[in-house]
């Protein structure tokens, strides 16, 4: 059973299994930034029905899915498609060793995301997403750096192939999401738990203070 604080009584599942699917990386990333773009989900290896299915099931009202990205000193970053009927959108959300409930993280550099996808996992092993291509696609909503470096196209075109992007166009997607980047975070920075009585303060990211990420 998934459980995250904060989020009691609401339906969350376990997501993991769903990055695997077809249609997971255009719902994610497609339709908030390359469909208005004239470029299909074929970018990102799926078609028209993959997306479809994958859509209905990413925001079902009756099953909210989790995705928990560990970090290596404790802290974790948890992605929620909070399924509200009259609210749906995307959560990100940090929980650290001793705070009461998650908060939220409103975004990240270029740095920081690349440290998040490639920097270290917890000794012990932990659950959640430990594959470096799916924790980097599952948080560059949350990308907002107006001067990434010459290398992130690179890093953001391996990552599309890895998780199933053809080879001929991820170098054009992957620069169409970064321009994308730079101009606005793509999720609802302000949209908190639906359970949260007061907007509780925004989390540093927790590799904001590590060193370089490779």
Same mark, same amino acid.
């Given at each position: 059973m998934t459980t995250l604080a904060g989020y009691e009584n609401r339906p969350l599942a376990d997501g993991g299994p769903l990055l695997g699917r077809p249609g997971f990386w255009p719902n994610h990333l497609w339709a908030p930034c390359c469909q208005?773009?004239?470029?299909?989900?074929?970018?990102f290896g799926a078609d028209g029905a993959d997306v479809d299915a994958l859509y209905e099931t990413l925001t079902d009202?009756?099953?909210?899915?989790?995705?928990?990205?560990?970090?290596?000193?404790?802290?974790?970053?948890?992605?929620?498609?909070?399924?509200?009927?009259d609210d749906?959108?995307?959560?990100?959300?940090? /929980?650290? @060793?001793g705070d009461s409930g998650?908060?939220?993280l409103r975004a $990240?550099?270029?740095?920081?995301?690349?440290r998040a996808a490639h920097g270290p996992l917890p000794a012990t092993g932990a659950d959640g997403? /430990?594959? @470096?291509?799916?924790r980097l696609?599952?948080?560059?909503?949350? $990308?907002?750096?107006?001067?990434?470096?010459?290398?992130?196209?690179?890093?953001?075109?391996?990552?599309l192939v890895a998780v199933g992007a053809p080879q001929d166009t991820a170098p054009a997607t992957a620069r169409h999401l970064l321009d994308?980047?730079?101009?606005?975070?793509?999720?609802?920075p302000q949209w908190d738990s639906p359970l949260s009585g007061a907007e509780p303060e925004a989390a540093r990211s927790p590799w904001s203070d590590l060193g370089p990420p490779r």
């Amino acid at each position: 059973m998934t459980t995250l604080a904060g989020y009691e009584n609401r339906p969350l599942a376990d997501g993991g299994p769903l990055l695997g699917r077809p249609g997971f990386w255009p719902n994610h990333l497609w339709a908030p930034c390359c469909q208005a773009a004239g470029a299909g989900p074929e970018r990102f290896g799926a078609d028209g029905a993959d997306v479809d299915a994958l859509y209905e099931t990413l925001t079902d009202p009756g099953r909210w899915p989790v995705f928990r990205v560990p970090c290596a000193d404790g802290r974790e970053v948890t992605v929620v498609y909070h399924n509200l009927v009259d609210d749906p959108g995307v959560a990100y959300l940090l /929980t650290a @060793p001793g705070d009461s409930g998650p908060r939220p993280l409103r975004a $990240l550099t270029w740095r920081e995301l690349d440290r998040a996808a490639h920097g270290p996992l917890p000794a012990t092993g932990a659950d959640g997403i /430990t594959d @470096p291509a799916a924790r980097l696609l599952l948080l560059f909503p949350l $990308l907002d750096d107006h001067a990434v470096p010459d290398e992130a196209a690179a890093t953001v075109e391996s990552a599309l192939v890895a998780v199933g992007a053809p080879q001929d166009t991820a170098p054009a997607t992957a620069r169409h999401l970064l321009d994308h980047a730079a101009g606005e975070v793509w999720h609802d920075p302000q949209w908190d738990s639906p359970l949260s009585g007061a907007e509780p303060e925004a989390a540093r990211s927790p590799w904001s203070d590590l060193g370089p990420p490779r």
